[in-house]
Structures are given as structure tokens and as C-alpha cells.
């Protein structure tokens, strides 16, 4: 045979595979109706089979497991035993498309970090291999330096600029520019030593000593009620925007908070009036010179200003200075709240709240600020460095996090972690590897597991098999979500790039979640597993997964994880972590053969009951068992039994393959399909979903 015939021949047996997973793929990707089973063409009626199926009382009798297999064996995809179906993954480097997000993730580096290569090669590596996509550098450091050669005739004359920590800035600023990383200039605005120092005729005055007002750290404040001052700030802004920024941030737009306060001297009275337009008229200035260039304006402000109405004694008022700004980023870090957040003693402990201090916070930015300026973006500061003020805890990877989500839950628009010792987390940033376009018209993967145990078998995940399908879906650049976000059509939370994954659970076995004689979780159950790998991904691999419970079936082992004396702490561990409860009816019946007021007794009673062991919980996510739909879907929905009202926000078939993207016209959230979590199936769909534009691709939050 010569190598064309081989050729020919391969190709037609290639010709012959596809229209078999062409086959497969209609069979299996047919609308949720398809609780029918596709079985008609190898001989056995469809309604036959579906009589079958439906007679399954699971697990009440054992029948029923076996006609449920005996469906699946005519929808499973061709076998490729010990065969990896999954194509290489195709990543991209890091494009202006894949950065080309709104959401700015960002962190600092001082003046003198810009002046040291391993401080800089470190931030550049942070920026290529995480989620990062903003820089933030010293323009005007703390102690009024300037870390590159000044063309401003007065920073050269105050030699604010006789340290400069780098030449090569043009290569520096182009490393980002090819990049699509956003730079973002800090100038330290009216703390200025070397200024206050050079000309203190500008400076704010101690009116003790009739020289320059100090500090508690010994340096001079530039006055904020002189407009010299302001145009030096200005001049350095526009230097800044030429130099080819982002964003001009500015920092210590206020009046001095520390040292002897009633000394200083201003150039005019200390009034909450002139110190709030003194802020407002630097601002304002500002922006009319930044206006030709193509630079957004921020400005840092205290915590306490999103709680506080006033001016805070030091000019930092939001609503004035919302107008003439684009984005305000609020410190938030929880170690600043000393007093916790006003009129909540349950948060005084600040430091121990790191998701309600930001998102509280934020939320209160957000409202505020939506009627003075609609456009602008709330972006606040977070806290990466050991707290100073409570206990003196490191913040966990989790709790940066915790952080993070606060802010994009209150309506933030990104943040920054802060550092000044420029020892960031990595482990609390999401790996930027892989990366691919953005599609949200993709369709999005809901794998479906049932027991966890040994041995692996149709209905049975082995623990090491179950490890292995996350460390496959952490490699594919999945990002697991819970079943309430995908149903809610908010999929924002998966970072760009990214590709979520809805991990459920159906029946509630004890493999799934078992607890050990020493109140441990055992390891290999489904929960521990999960658990062992978000620690070792904390940002990448959320606790995130949605479990469906049973109630009342013959089967203790599978009525809420079996372990009876654990019941409500497991539910409660698993909406504490972040993941989901829902439910699998009480009693795993067959709603389609049910009367509607079964159906709406099953329903009502199955989410009441969650709902008391979960006090303050809403359980909105169902699994219609056998993937077997009542007549009346609407009642999926919402239902009333004997004045027992319910609601549910979505619902899950048992298969179907890949399910519609949300943003899709044809996404119907009670109509959510999965891929059986067998090896096949699994191998099968994973390779359908990397086929180019198949796949949900998050543009990122
Ligand atoms: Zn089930």
C-alpha cells in the first residue's frame, strides 16, 4: 500500500468516526425533552424505554438503578478505553483582547521598589502569569520624590528628582503598553517634604514656631489651600500622561490628620468650607489640564469617608469630589476600621471581616456616588499586609479573596492590593494560564457526580478519579462556579479567560461528604477532596459546587449524607465555604408521574425543610430526579402547597451534554443540562468544549 492509499483509507475511516460522534453528539445534545431516551434507533422504542425509566421508584426499589442504566447505555459517546480524547489545549499569550477588560486588578510598587530590578522583575512575572492586568507606581513617592528625571522646572529646582530609581523608563512603559497592562501614576499630592521644605512660604505653617508645620514622621505638608501648589502637582500629573499613564491616582488629597493639628496654619481658616473647595478646586484644575490627554483621574481616600457624612476634618468629602474625577478608590483595608464600621458593633473587630468591611464600604461608595457622577468607578484599595491595629494577623489567600469578592459584589469596579513591602500573595491571585477569547455565547459545563467511593463504576466516582477530573479541569483553565450563579445569569465572578464549570451532586451520599470519628472531613470523600484542592489553588479553585440533598428515602445513607448527628453542620459547612445546598426533592420521586399536588408538596416541603437547617439561607437550585419533568414545568418554578409557597431559580436535567450559555436566547434555567462524570463522558464533552467557540469564555470581573 502506498502512503496515498493509507492516507485515503485513514481518511475515510477518520470520515466514518466523526458522523458516529456527529450522531452521538445530536443524540445527546437534544433539547431537554430528550428525558427520552435517544434509544430508538438501535431497536428499542423511545417510549418503551421512557415507560421504563419512568417506572424507576430510585432507590426505593432496585429495579430502578437498573433501568436507568440500561437508558444510559444508549446515550453514552463511542469508548475510548485508556484513550485521552482531549486536544491539546489551545492558550494565548496574553493579548490586548484578553486584557482588554474594565475590571482592574491591580497592585502598588513604591519609589523605591521602581528602583530595584528583582522588585520590578517580580511585579512583571505577577503581571504575566496572574489575573493582574494594572500597575500602580510611585510618580511622586511619600517622602516627595520623584523616581525618574524631571522636565518640571520646579521639581528640579527642589530636587525632588536627584534620586531617580530608574533610567530606562520608555522600555519600562512600553513592557506594559505591549502588554495591555494598565499604568496607573500615584503622586502623593500635598504631604511634600522636599517642596514644603524648599519653598515654605507654600508649606503649611506652625503657628508655635512661625517655620514649617510637621508631622507625627517629621515631614512638611505642602499647603492644599495654595494654588502653587496645585500647579506643581498639575505639572507632574501632565508629565505623568505624557510619559504615556493610564491614570493619573492621586494621593493625599487632604488636609494633614496627624501631629499637632491645632498648630498649623493654613492660607486661609481651617473650615469644613474652605478645606472641602480647596480639594474640590485642585481637582477640578487638574482635570481641565489633563483634559487633552488621555488619561482617567483617580483619587485615594480614606475608609471612613464612605461611613462618614462630613469632610472628616481633612477635606475628604465624596460627593464634592465625585465630579470632577473617574474612578475614587477608598482604602479599605479592614485594619484601618479601628473603630470597626460605624453603627455595627457586630463588625468592631474589623480585621476578622474582611468581605463585609469592603463590601459594606463599597456599597455605600456605590450608593452615594451615583447620583453626583454615574460614570464614575468605585475602586478600593485592599489589604495585603500584616494587620497593625488588632491582632497583627497575615491575611490567608482566602481572605484577600474574601476581599476582593466584597468589592465586586457591592458594584466595585476592580481593585488594587496595597503593599509597601511589596510582598504580595501570588497565591491569593488567579493563575493567568490558560487564556482564551472571550465567548459568553459559549456553553458551559455541568458535570453531574454521583457516589464517591471505590470502586469506580457507572454511578461511582473513585476519590483519585474525582482528583484527577479537577487537577483536568484546573489545567483546561476551568473555574467552578455554583449552579445559583450560572441559573442567575452572573458568571462574572469567573476571571477573564476563564471557563466556568458548575460541579453538582446528586442524592446526598455519605461519599460525598463524610465526616470522620475525630470531626474531621475524610479526605477522600467528595467534600475533602474539594477542600484539599482549593488549598492547594486557593484562587483558582474556589470552594464552589452545588450539592442536591435527599430527604427522606429508604436509603440512611444517602438522606442528607447519611451521618444523621452531622446532618445541619455538613449543610451549614458547605453554604460556609461558599458552596451550595439544593434540592433532589424529599423523597427522589418522579415528578412526572406525580399529581401537581405531589409536585408541589415535594418542592414546597423539600425547600422549607433545607431552608429551617440553613437558618437565613434561600435555597433556589433543584435536581429534578431522573431528569424526569412534570407535566407542568411551571411548577418548577414556583408552587404553593397548603399555603407552603416556594420558589426556585433554576433547575437541572440529568444529561444532555454541554448546557446553553445564559447570555444565549435559548437558555432556560430549569432546563440545565450535565455530562454524566464518567470517564467517557467526560473525555467526550471536554473535547467537544475545546473545539474553537464551543465553550463559555469569561471576559471578566
Ligand atoms: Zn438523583
Known amino acids: 500500500m502506498d502512503s496515498r492509499q493509507i492516507f485515503k483509507k485513514s481518511g475515510i475511516l477518520l470520515g466514518l468516526t466523526g458522523w458516529l460522534l456527529l450522531l452521538a453528539l445530536v443524540w445527546i445534545t437534544l433539547p431537554a425533552r430528550a428525558d427520552a431516551p435517544p434509544a430508538a434507533r438501535r431497536g428499542l422504542g423511545g417510549d418503551e424505554l421512557l415507560a421504563q425509566m419512568q417506572a424507576c421508584k430510585f432507590p426505593r426499589n432496585r429495579a430502578g438503578q437498573v433501568c436507568f442504566e440500561a437508558v444510559w447505555r444508549y446515550i453514552l459517546p463511542p469508548q475510548r478505553d485508556g484513550q485521552n480524547l482531549i486536544t491539546p489545549v489551545q492558550t494565548l499569550p496574553f493579548t490586548t483582547e484578553i486584557r482588554a477588560t474594565g475590571y482592574i486588578k491591580g497592585l502598588y510598587v513604591t519609589y523605591y521598589g521602581l528602583g530595584s530590578p528583582a522588585y520590578r522583575e517580580q511585579v512583571q512575572h505577577l503581571l504575566e502569569t496572574t489575573e493582574l492586568n494594572a500597575l500602580v507606581m510611585d510618580i511622586k513617592g511619600d517622602r516627595g520624590r520623584l523616581p525618574y528625571t524631571s522636565t518640571v522646572p520646579l521639581a528640579v529646582e527642589i530636587g525632588a528628582d536627584a534620586h531617580p530609581m530608574m533610567t530606562a523608563w ?8 505591549g502588554r495591555n497592562v494598565r499604568t496607573i501614576a500615584r503622586i502623593v499630592v500635598f504631604k511634600d517634604e522636599p517642596l514644603a521644605a524648599a519653598h515654605p512660604e507654600w508649606a503649611v505653617t506652625d503657628v508655635d514656631t512661625g517655620g ?24 507632574l500629573a501632565v508629565e505623568a500622561a505624557q510619559k504615556g499613564f493610564n491614570e493619573i491616582q492621586f494621593d493625599y488629597v487632604r488636609f494633614p490628620t496627624d501631629g499637632l493639628i491645632h498648630r498649623a496654619l493654613f492660607a486661609a481658616e481651617n473650615t ?9 478646586g485642585f481637582l477640578a484644575k487638574a482635570k481641565a489640564a489633563l483634559a487633552p490627554y488621555n488619561v482617567k483621574i483617580g483619587v485615594d481616600v480614606f475608609g471612613y469617608t464612605t461611613w462618614r457624612p462630613d469632610d472628616m476634618g481633612i477635606g475628604q468629602h465624596l460627593e464634592t469630589l465625585a465630579p470632577y474625577i473617574d474612578v475614587i478608590s477608598p482604602m479599605l483595608y479592614p485594619s484601618t476600621f479601628a473603630d470597626g464600621l460605624p453603627g455595627l458593633p457586630q463588625y468592631r473587630e474589623a480585621i476578622a471581616f474582611p468581605y463585609e468591611v469592603v463590601n459594606l464600604s463599597t456599597l455605600r461608595a456605590v450608593a452615594r456616588l451615583k447620583a453626583v457622577n454615574p460614570a464614575l468607578e468605585v475602586r478600593p484599595w485592599l489589604q495585603d499586609f500584616p494587620d497593625y491595629a488588632f491582632d497583627g494577623r497575615t491575611y490567608t489567600p482566602d481572605e484577600i479573596r474574601l476581599q476582593m469578592e466584597g468589592a465586586r459584589r457591592a458594584g466595585g469596579r476592580g481593585w488594587m492590593l496595597w503593599d509597601p513591602r511589596i510582598q504580595y500573595t501570588s497565591a491569593a491571585l ?22 464517591i467511593g471505590e470502586p469506580e463504576g457507572r454511578w461511582q466516582r473513585a476519590p483519585a478519579n474525582f482528583r484527577a477530573d479537577l487537577e483536568q479541569f484546573l489545567a483546561l483553565g476551568y473555574y467552578p462556579v455554583n449552579l445559583r450563579d450560572l441559573t442567575a445569569a452572573d458568571l462574572s465572578m469567573v476571571p477573564a479567560g476563564k471557563r466556568p464549570v458548575v460541579l453538582t451532586f446528586d442524592d446526598s451520599s455519605v461519599g460525598q461528604f463524610r465526616m470522620l470519628p475525630d470531626g474531621s472531613v475524610d479526605p ?32 440512611p445513607e444517602r438522606v442528607l449524607f447519611g451521618q444523621r448527628e452531622w446532618a445541619q453542620q455538613k449543610l451549614q459547612m458547605l453554604v460556609n465555604w461558599g458552596m451550595e445546598v439544593g434540592s433532589h426533592t424529599i423523597s427522589h420521586a418522579n415528578l412526572a408521574e406525580s399529581s401537581s399536588v405531589e409536585v408541589q408538596w415535594q418542592l414546597a416541603v423539600s425547600q422549607a425543610n433545607l431552608q429551617a437547617l440553613l437558618p437565613g439561607y434561600r435555597v433556589v437550585s433543584l435536581s429534578v430526579p431522573f431528569g424526569a419533568y412534570p407535566a407542568d414545568e411551571s411548577l418548577l418554578a414556583a408552587g404553593v402547597y397548603q399555603e407552603m409557597a416556594y420558589r426556585y431559580q433554576g433547575a437541572v436535567a440529568v444529561r444532555g451534554g454541554l448546557t446553553v450559555s445564559p447570555q444565549s436566547r435559548g437558555f432556560n434555567p430549569y432546563r440545565i443540562t450535565r455530562v454524566q462524570a464518567t470517564r467517557s463522558e467526560l473525555d467526550y464533552w471536554l473535547q467537544q468544549a475545546n473545539r474553537s467557540g ?6 471578566g470581573e
Open 170 to 177: 520608555p522600555a519600562w512603559m512600553a513592557w506594559f503598553a
Open 212 to 235: 514649617v508645620w510637621r508631622d507625627r514622621e517629621g515631614l512638611g505638608w505642602a499647603d492644599p489651600m495654595r494654588e502653587e501648589v496645585w500647579d506643581y502637582n498639575i505639572a
Open 524 to 555: 477522600d470523600s467528595a467534600v475533602g477532596i474539594l477542600l484539599g484542592f482549593h488549598a492547594a489553588h486557593p484562587a483558582d479553585w474556589p470552594l464552589r459546587a452545588t450539592f442536591f440533598v435527599l430527604q427522606d428515602v429508604d436509603a
Open 694 to 699: 464551543v465553550s463559555y469564555v469569561s471576559r
Open 272 to 280: 469644613a468650607e474652605n478645606r472641602t473647595a480647596a480639594i474640590a
Open 430 to 451: 488567579v493563575s493567568a494560564d490558560p487564556v482564551y477569547l472571550p465567548n459568553v455565547k459559549g456553553q458551559v459545563l455541568v458535570p453531574v457526580y454521583h457516589l
